[in-house]
């Protein structure tokens, strides 16, 4: 393998694990995290939550961030990088979601982020 081929799927490897755009690539940067203006327009679907005993919930917005890097870089969810929260905490909050219909309307009111 040529040095300029392994440095290419070297950066390959890192942008998929960091969900970051590549900068020489022609797909369009990744919208990742959410900007505060994208959150603002979609913080209200989501229930204040209640402190409760226990182990602390994951913030709303990081189980987004992770959903909406799932939805653009097309990973399965076993691929979710270490950087998100747990896999199982963002499944779970994801299927919720979708059954209530939270993130069809997110997907409503952030059309670029998908």
Known sequence: MTTQKALDT?????????????????????RIPLSDADWTLVQNLFPEQIHTRGRP?????????????LQQTKEKWHRLPGTFPPQQTCYLRYMAWKKSGVLAQVNERLPHCN
Not at 58 to 68: G, M, V
């Open 10 to 30: 070297a950066g390959s490897y890192l942008t998929q694990l960091l969900g970051i755009a590549h900068s020489q690539s022609s797909q369009p940067a990744l």
């Open 57 to 69: 919930r994951r913030s709303d917005r990081e189980i987004l961030n992770a959903i909406l890097w």
